[in-house]
C-alpha cells in the first residue's frame, strides 16, 4: 500500500499507511506521559502497519525489559524499512536501538537523546524517557537542562511542567519546583506526576496536613495510572501521615486500601507494587515500629517476594526483597539475590562495575541490617555516608533517605552516640519538623550521659511537634 504523508502528536511526519497506526502511537504517547495504564497499545501500531519504522521502535522499547527476543523482531522489522522513514523516525530508530542495546553506555545514550530533541524539541516522550535514564544515572542536574532546552516551544503543553519540577526538586531548588508543579496542574488537572511533584516539595517542607489534603483532593484521577503511579502517589501520603506524627491507623489504611489492594486488579503489574510496599515498610522497621499486624503483612508480601520473576527487574527493589526476606528468615534465598546481584554487576564493563559497586555495597549493608548485625552493616557503610551518593540504584531523594535513617539508627545502635548526635543535628538543620529526627537527637543526647539539659530540649520538641499533630 503506497504511503502517505502522516503526523504523530508533535507534528513530525511519519511515513505509515493507515491512520489507526498513528492513532495508536498517539494513544502511547499519551499513556507515557500520563503514567497510564495501557502502554501496550503500541503494539497494535505495528498490526496495522506492520512496515512503520516509529511503531516498531517504540513497540520494541516497550518490550525490551520484559521479553526481549519479540522486541528483537520490531527491531528488525523497523531495520528494514529504514529506507523508507522520515528524519523523524530515523532519529528515533537510532536513539532507541542504542538504548535498548546491551552493555550500553549510559551517557552516549543520554547525550544521543539530547541530539533528537536539538531537532524534534516536541517529542516530549524522547524527553520522557531522558528522563528516566538521568534518573538511573543519578545525575538531575544534566537532565534539567534539557528539559529548559525544549521548554520554550512546549510552555503549554501538558506534562512538560511536572517534567521539569522533578530535577529541580531533586536539586533542591523546592520553589522553582513547587511553581513548575503548580504550572502543570494548572494546564492539566490529572497530571499524576505534577501532583506527585508538589507532594515531594510540600514533604520536603514538613508541610504534612498540606500534601495530605492535595494528594486526596487529586487522587480521583489515579485509578487510571499505572501500578507503579498509583500505589507510589498513595505511599507519598502514608509517607507524610508517617512523618507527621499520624496515628498508625492512618498509614494501616493507605496500605491495605490503597496499595496491597492494587494487587487485586485483572491489569496490576505486582513488582511495580511491592517497590512501594516494601519502601513502606521499611521505613516503619527503621522506626523501630515493624510490629504487630506491620510484621504479618510484611511476611505476607516476604513470601511472594521468594518467587524470582520479581528478582532483577530494578535495583532498588531488588535491595528491598533482599532487606524483606533477610527480615522474616529467609536469609538464604536473600543471600542467592544478594550473590545473584554481584554476578549480574561482574558481567559489566569496567565503567558500569565501578557505578554499580554502591549498589552493591548498600544491598549487602541492608542484607546485614535486617539480620541485626548491625555492627557489619555499619562497617559496610562507611563513616560519611550519604544515600544520595547512591541513586543510581534508581530512588528518588525521598526513596532513598530511608537508607540515611538506617544509617543514622546503625550508628546508635553501635553506640557511637556523638557521631550519630552530628549527623541528626546536620539533618534537622535542613528538615527541622521531623519528629522522628527530634527523638532519634533526644536518644543520641541521653547515650553520651552528659548532656541531660539538651536531651530533654529535644524531646520537648520533638513532643510539641507530635502533640501539635499535623493532623
Given at each position: 500500500?503506497?504511503?502517505?504523508?502522516?503526523?504523530?502528536?508533535?507534528?513530525?511526519?511519519?511515513?505509515?499507511?493507515?491512520?489507526?497506526?498513528?492513532?495508536?502511537?498517539?494513544?502511547?504517547?499519551?499513556?507515557?506521559?500520563?503514567?497510564?495504564?495501557?502502554?501496550?497499545?503500541?503494539?497494535?501500531?505495528?498490526?496495522?502497519?506492520?512496515?512503520?519504522?516509529?511503531?516498531?521502535?517504540?513497540?520494541?522499547?516497550?518490550?525490551?525489559?520484559?521479553?526481549?527476543?519479540?522486541?528483537?523482531?520490531?527491531?528488525?522489522?523497523?531495520?528494514?524499512?529504514?529506507?523508507?522513514?522520515?528524519?523523524?523516525?530515523?532519529?528515533?530508530?537510532?536513539?532507541?536501538?542504542?538504548?535498548?542495546?546491551?552493555?550500553?553506555?549510559?551517557?552516549?545514550?543520554?547525550?544521543?537523546?539530547?541530539?533528537?530533541?536539538?531537532?524534534?524539541?516536541?517529542?516530549?516522550?524522547?524527553?520522557?524517557?531522558?528522563?528516566?535514564?538521568?534518573?538511573?544515572?543519578?545525575?538531575?542536574?544534566?537532565?534539567?537542562?534539557?528539559?529548559?532546552?525544549?521548554?520554550?516551544?512546549?510552555?503549554?503543553?501538558?506534562?512538560?511542567?511536572?517534567?521539569?519540577?522533578?530535577?529541580?526538586?531533586?536539586?533542591?531548588?523546592?520553589?522553582?519546583?513547587?511553581?513548575?508543579?503548580?504550572?502543570?496542574?494548572?494546564?492539566?488537572?490529572?497530571?499524576?506526576?505534577?501532583?506527585?511533584?508538589?507532594?515531594?516539595?510540600?514533604?520536603?517542607?514538613?508541610?504534612?496536613?498540606?500534601?495530605?489534603?492535595?494528594?486526596?483532593?487529586?487522587?480521583?484521577?489515579?485509578?487510571?495510572?499505572?501500578?507503579?503511579?498509583?500505589?507510589?502517589?498513595?505511599?507519598?501520603?502514608?509517607?507524610?501521615?508517617?512523618?507527621?506524627?499520624?496515628?498508625?491507623?492512618?498509614?494501616?489504611?493507605?496500605?491495605?486500601?490503597?496499595?496491597?489492594?492494587?494487587?487485586?486488579?485483572?491489569?496490576?503489574?505486582?513488582?511495580?507494587?511491592?517497590?512501594?510496599?516494601?519502601?513502606?515498610?521499611?521505613?516503619?522497621?527503621?522506626?523501630?515500629?515493624?510490629?504487630?499486624?506491620?510484621?504479618?503483612?510484611?511476611?505476607?508480601?516476604?513470601?511472594?517476594?521468594?518467587?524470582?520473576?520479581?528478582?532483577?527487574?530494578?535495583?532498588?527493589?531488588?535491595?528491598?526483597?533482599?532487606?524483606?526476606?533477610?527480615?522474616?528468615?529467609?536469609?538464604?534465598?536473600?543471600?542467592?539475590?544478594?550473590?545473584?546481584?554481584?554476578?549480574?554487576?561482574?558481567?559489566?564493563?569496567?565503567?558500569?562495575?565501578?557505578?554499580?559497586?554502591?549498589?552493591?555495597?548498600?544491598?549487602?549493608?541492608?542484607?546485614?541490617?535486617?539480620?541485626?548485625?548491625?555492627?557489619?552493616?555499619?562497617?559496610?557503610?562507611?563513616?560519611?555516608?550519604?544515600?544520595?551518593?547512591?541513586?543510581?540504584?534508581?530512588?528518588?531523594?525521598?526513596?532513598?533517605?530511608?537508607?540515611n535513617e538506617m544509617w543514622c539508627q546503625l550508628l546508635l545502635k553501635t553506640c557511637q552516640a556523638s557521631a550519630a548526635k552530628e549527623v541528626i543535628r546536620e539533618r534537622i538543620k535542613v528538615r527541622d519538623g521531623v519528629p522522628f529526627m527530634w527523638r532519634l537527637l533526644e536518644k543520641s543526647y541521653a547515650m553520651e550521659g552528659n548532656a541531660e539539659a539538651e536531651a530533654e530540649r529535644a524531646g520537648e520538641r520533638a513532643k510539641k511537634l507530635e502533640e501539635s499533630s499535623y493532623f
Amino acid at each position: 500500500m503506497e504511503k502517505t504523508p502522516r503526523y504523530v502528536q508533535w507534528g513530525y511526519e511519519v511515513n505509515a499507511s493507515s491512520d489507526d497506526c498513528i492513532d495508536a502511537i498517539d494513544s502511547y504517547f499519551h499513556q507515557v506521559l500520563s503514567y497510564g495504564r495501557n502502554k501496550k497499545v503500541i503494539l497494535e501500531a505495528p498490526l496495522h502497519d506492520k512496515d512503520c519504522v516509529l511503531g516498531n521502535i517504540l513497540a520494541a522499547h516497550y518490550l525490551s525489559s520484559s521479553d526481549h527476543s519479540r522486541a528483537s523482531s520490531y527491531v528488525e522489522a523497523a531495520t528494514s524499512n529504514l529506507e523508507q522513514s522520515t528524519p523523524y523516525e530515523k532519529a528515533v530508530f537510532e536513539t532507541v536501538t542504542y538504548l535498548v542495546s546491551e552493555d550500553r553506555d549510559d551517557d552516549l545514550a543520554f547525550e544521543m537523546h539530547m541530539q533528537l530533541l536539538k531537532r524534534f524539541p516536541k517529542d516530549l516522550v524522547s524527553l520522557k524517557r531522558a528522563q528516566i535514564l538521568s534518573f538511573y544515572m543519578g545525575q538531575p542536574g544534566p537532565f534539567l537542562g534539557l528539559v529548559q532546552q525544549v521548554l520554550p516551544v512546549n510552555q503549554e503543553e501538558s506534562y512538560i511542567h511536572g517534567i521539569l519540577a522533578f530535577p529541580l526538586l531533586e536539586l533542591g531548588r523546592m520553589e522553582e519546583a513547587a511553581a513548575a508543579s503548580r504550572k502543570g496542574y494548572e494546564i492539566n488537572k490529572e497530571d499524576a506526576w505534577a501532583h506527585h511533584c508538589l507532594c515531594h516539595v510540600l514533604h520536603h517542607d514538613c508541610r504534612y496536613k498540606e500534601a495530605v489534603e492535595f494528594m486526596k483532593e487529586v487522587s480521583e484521577s489515579w485509578p487510571s495510572c499505572s501500578s507503579f503511579m498509583y500505589t507510589h502517589n498513595w505511599w507519598h501520603v502514608a509517607l507524610c501521615y508517617l512523618e507527621g506524627g499520624s496515628s498508625m491507623s492512618k498509614v494501616e489504611e493507605i496500605y491495605d486500601a490503597h496499595i496491597w489492594k492494587e494487587l487485586e486488579k485483572e491489569d496490576a503489574v505486582p513488582p511495580e507494587v511491592y517497590v512501594n510496599a516494601l519502601g513502606l515498610l521499611l521505613r516503619l522497621d527503621v522506626r523501630d515500629a515493624l510490629d504487630g499486624s506491620f510484621e504479618d503483612r510484611l511476611k505476607l508480601l516476604a513470601a511472594r517476594l521468594t518467587d524470582q520473576a520479581n528478582w532483577y527487574l530494578e535495583w532498588h527493589l531488588d535491595i528491598l526483597i533482599v532487606w524483606a526476606l533477610a527480615k522474616v528468615g529467609e536469609t538464604s534465598r536473600a543471600h542467592e539475590l544478594l550473590e545473584g546481584l554481584k554476578f549480574r554487576v561482574s558481567k559489566m564493563n569496567k565503567k558500569k562495575q565501578q557505578v554499580m559497586q554502591k549498589g552493591i555495597q548498600l544491598c549487602e549493608a541492608v542484607y546485614e541490617y535486617a539480620k541485626s548485625n548491625y555492627k557489619q552493616a555499619l562497617e559496610l557503610l562507611g563513616s560519611d555516608f550519604n544515600a544520595i551518593g547512591y541513586k543510581i540504584i534508581g530512588a528518588s531523594d525521598e526513596q532513598i533517605d530511608v537508607f540515611n535513617e538506617m544509617w543514622c539508627q546503625l550508628l546508635l545502635k553501635t553506640c557511637q552516640a556523638s557521631a550519630a548526635k552530628e549527623v541528626i543535628r546536620e539533618r534537622i538543620k535542613v528538615r527541622d519538623g521531623v519528629p522522628f529526627m527530634w527523638r532519634l537527637l533526644e536518644k543520641s543526647y541521653a547515650m553520651e550521659g552528659n548532656a541531660e539539659a539538651e536531651a530533654e530540649r529535644a524531646g520537648e520538641r520533638a513532643k510539641k511537634l507530635e502533640e501539635s499533630s499535623y493532623f
